[in-house]
């Protein structure tokens, strides 16, 4: 399996391009602020052929390239209704007035064709399997998409910003559950294999079991507690 990825934007967000190998068919995975022409790059590179857009929230730095990027290519997006109003709305999602000088131009709205995650659902996209898990906290529509083992990879979880090495996602948004991102880490990551590869919208790669030994919050949550209490906040990562 073949996976590109790399952080674009005001807030570094990491967008990913994933293809059974190079030369074939790919899903890409939030293509966020300023996002486009890496897309673009990725695909060139490895000649891949986009035929969907998969999003694991509604927040602008996510999702900035998903009109872009859908046009480009006529491909569909796919999102969690609780987050979709995000997409015409992004200030509503944050509590604040987007600051242009910083963003630049944006395309707001929704792609042509924009289709709705379910909670259990498995999307068969470009070759590939992946199981949506609806993982409410940061937003009240954000997901994860985990793909199974292959032979030639352990399987791989994309968390968007639910979980990241070292931390979690930020709750202190408009839509942010401090005890259901604890909810929604018990039931989407602590059942999973420590091989489980990490994928996050920010920051680098890690393993669900190198998370389990050192992660707080999901040592928190192991520990049977349903709210972070570690004495501070989680690090602010993105939106």
Known sequence: MLIAGFPSGAWGTNCYLVAPAAGEECVIIDPGHRAAPGVEEAIARHRLKPTAVILTH????HVAS???VCGAHDVPAWIHPDDRYMLGDPEKALGATIGQPLLGELT???PDDLREL???ATLSLAGLDFTVAHA???TPGSVTFATPERA???PVLFSGDLLFAGAIGRTDLPGGDSEAIMRSLARVCLPLDDATVVLAGHGQQTTIGRERAANPFLRQVAAGLTRPDTG????RRGL
Do not use: K, L, N, Q
Not at 58 to 61: A, E, K, L, P
Not at 232 to 235: D, K, V
């Open 136 to 138: 409410p906290g940061h």
């Open 232 to 235: 501070a906040p989680p690090p």
């Open 58 to 61: 509604g927040h602008i730095d």
């Open 152 to 154: 030639d990879v352990p």
């Open 108 to 110: 707001i709205g929704e």
């Open 66 to 68: 998903v009109v872009p």
């Open 118 to 120: 379910a909670d259990g």
